[in-house]
């Protein structure tokens, strides 16, 4: 055993043993504790930093010390690499906790049964049912706008235009939407379709904004799919005679629907959320309004808005139940768009 | 199609372009012109919709910090909240790339293979919290905690100018917004970033592991110079998502139109914060004033987008030419 841990030594230069990450990391963390109480830098954000910091320098060093630069940078560089991975999901989980726990508390069937009609901004009680309505009314019409419009650019993207001038174009151009900021979609709607066509601020406006921000959503995602379906289905069918949108319709597109729906779902998911078109093009409402053509609409994402902008503790208390609400929305969408995809996998396996 | 049926005579071959076929190319390709025509669009209403408001202004558009289209004369610029926009998400991208860039690199090299689609997946689970709720966390809980850094850079880095806060006051700052920001822009930058990674040859990383590369060596030898193009417009795409990220921001900042430099004072605006808070009190001047300052935000952000895509799209072509 020991000779021939000394040839791998040998042969490897000498290494830090396992322990070596660990033990610095609690030497750091008790000199972070002592140091804390003798200098101005304190509390628990402060002490987690300059442990941190000990550990990098020590650890480094260390490494240095044993191992030579070329490790030490190495080591470091790992480090690094796995801290900002570990940095990365302190917000998420920061953030999914407190709206567990602050929209926990006041999240009840009534704050879902009832609407904020007649509740003034001091009062407790009243819910996020108007609102419900309005996200689920408005993310249908904005699905049934942007869906087939989604698809069928995604088909002329795969099926014909394939290397066209054009096709390169508007594929480009997809991915730029991508990239439009929420608002100017919001801005767009406004100016052209209430202002300049005279309609008024209602659920649908909102509705039209959000198909704007799903659009490319879907097509990236469509796309994607219709790329894998394998061409020797499309052959078969054009060999057996079908005409070519018959072969898209009854082979390709039933081939890839599963993939489609769970893109579908995924752009749902992302456009559910969105708080800033809708401002711009439904007004903030208190009241139940099932006709999303006609009237001021409430959404989940502008009713967290105006309960914030309340600022009054009942009313931060339903800015966190609603925020909860908003979170369980977009979680069953997503987890249903998962579903989705692992069944219709599993069945083509 | 004529070469394959040159010497059948036509009563066998059939009419080769059906009326099903006819309508739906057309239905397509009318759909992927629909997209095209949305963003013409959208450039089109937004200027005509501005010209009002731009008459009506009697300040320079583009040198004025003030913001009151509605008062006569109306007076309005884009000075503060351009600066605004600028300085939060180049502090935001200050944050996030570098962060971004690890996880991606943790993901695609440094994870074990069986977790690595799994880690990623929750990675990608920052970009679905929709926005409204990083403002709020944002405002009732990061930026309480975010009191006590900001008072230590004053402290002990107040000599640098931008970390200078004279009032004492921490709240409702740039520097605020920009580290929500920094946290919203992170998943973009990680997802598009850990993309360009997994592109990398594997023959490349072996053949620096095999000649006895550490695995940072690896990296800086093999991976990155492969990838630099993509992670530029990876940083890019990211800060294009903060130039136009709106409600987070507008709910930690206050309507205050003001140039700046000490970031971490109170004040300041960005174009996507300005539209969204001055929006329900603006008259007709002044909504056609928001619109021209959104008219701005759109084409900074495409300019961005385009720039950014147009490298990934390049490079696409060229590896699809290899």
């Known amino acids: ?349 | 199609m004529t070469k394959l049926g040159a010497g059948v005579p036509d009563s066998i071959q059939g009419s080769v372009v059906r009326r099903g076929d006819l309508v739906f190319r057309r239905l397509a390709k009318g759909a992927g012109l629909a997209v095209l025509v949305v963003l013409a669009a959208i450039a089109g209403f937004l200027v005509w919709r501005s010209v009002p408001g731009l008459r009506a202004n009697t300040a320079n558009f583009l040198t004025s910090t003030a913001w009151f289209p509605d008062q006569s004369p109306s007076r309005f610029g884009i000075a503060a909240i351009a600066f605004g926009t600028v300085v939060t998400a180049a502090l935001a991208l200050l944050i996030a790339v570098p962060i971004g860039f690890g996880v991606a690199l943790f993901i695609a090299f440094y994870a074990p293979p069986k977790l690595a689609t799994a880690l990623g997946f929750i990675v990608d689970l920052l970009a679905a919290v929709p926005s409204i709720i990083f403002g709020l966390w944002g405002l009732q809980v990061l930026m309480p905690h975010l009191g006590g850094l900001q008072r230590w850079l004053n402290d002990h880095l107040g000599f640098i100018p931008i970390f200078h806060n004279s009032l004492g006051i921490y709240t409702k700052s740039l520097f605020v917004a920009a580290v929500v920001l920094g946290v919203m822009v992170l998943p973009t930058v990680s997802a598009i970033s850990r993309e360009i990674f997994l592109k990398v040859p594997h023959s490349n990383v072996e053949a620096a592991l095999a000649l006895g590369a550490t695995r940072w060596e690896t990296m800086r030898m093999a991976v990155l110079p492969f990838s630099r193009p993509g992670m530029i417009s990876a940083a890019m795409l990211g800060l294009g998502r903060a130039l136009g990220e709106t409600i987070a921001v507008a709910l930690i900042l206050s309507a205050l139109n003001v140039v700046n430099w000490h970031v971490t004072e109170p004040g300041g605006n960005t174009f996507a914060a300005n539209i969204a808070l001055g929006w329900n009190e603006a008259g007709p001047i002044g909504l056609s004033a928001l619109i021209a300052s959104g008219l701005v935000l759109f084409v900074l952000t495409l300019v961005v987008n385009v720039v950014a895509r147009s490298i990934i799209w390049r490079r696409a072509e060229f590896h699809e030419g290899l």
Request: hydrophobic fraction near 55%; include cysteine.
């Open chain 1, 1 to 349: 055993m020991t000779t021939l841990t000394l040839a791998t030594g040998h042969l490897q230069g000498r290494r830090l043993p396992r322990a070596a990450a660990p033990a610095t990391a609690l030497v750091a963390a008790a000199l972070a504790v002592l140091l804390g109480q003798i200098s101005p830098v304190s509390g628990v954000a402060g002490t987690t930093c300059v442990a941190v910091v000990l550990f990098f320098a020590g650890y480094t060093a260390l490494s240095f010390a044993v191992e030579g630069s070329r490790h030490a940078i190495d080591r470091l560089a790992s480090t690094l690499i796995y801290a900002s991975f570990l940095a990365a999901l302190v917000p998420l989980v920061w953030i999914l906790s407190t709206v567990l726990v602050r929209g926990g508390r006041v999240l009840s069937a009534g704050f879902l049964g009832h609407s904020m009609r007649g509740i003034g901004a001091d009062a407790t009680g009243g819910g996020v049912y108007h609102a419900l309505v309005g996200t689920i009314e408005q993310v249908l019409l904005a699905t049934v706008i942007a869906v087939p419009i989604g698809v069928l650019t995604a088909i002329y993207l795969v099926e014909y235009g394939r290397h066209s001038k054009l096709s390169k174009a508007i594929g480009f151009f997809v991915d730029v939407m991508t990239g439009v900021p929420s608002i100017i979609a919001g801005l767009f709607v406004y100016s052209a379709f209430i202002v300049s066509l005279g309609f008024q601020r209602t659920g649908l406006a909102g509705a039209l904004a959000l198909s704007i921000l799903m659009i490319p959503v879907v097509v990236r995602s469509t796309e994607e799919m219709l790329k894998i379906v394998p061409s020797e289905l499309r052959e078969a069918a054009y060999a057996l005679g079908v005409p070519k949108w018959r072969t898209i319709l009854r082979v390709v597109i039933p081939t890839a629907i599963g993939g489609i729906t769970t893109g579908v779902m995924l752009a749902i998911a992302r456009i559910s959320g969105e708080t800033a078109p809708l401002l711009l093009t439904t007004f903030l409402s208190q009241s139940i309004n099932f006709n999303p053509t006609s009237g001021p609409q409430a959404s989940i994402p502008t009713f967290v808005w105006d309960q914030i902008g309340s600022a009054t503790h009942p009313a931060l208390d339903r800015a966190w139940a609603g925020a909860l609400v908003l979170i369980l929305f977009v979680a069953v969408l997503y987890t249903t768009a998962r579903l989705i995809a692992w069944v219709t996998g599993g069945a083509r396996r």
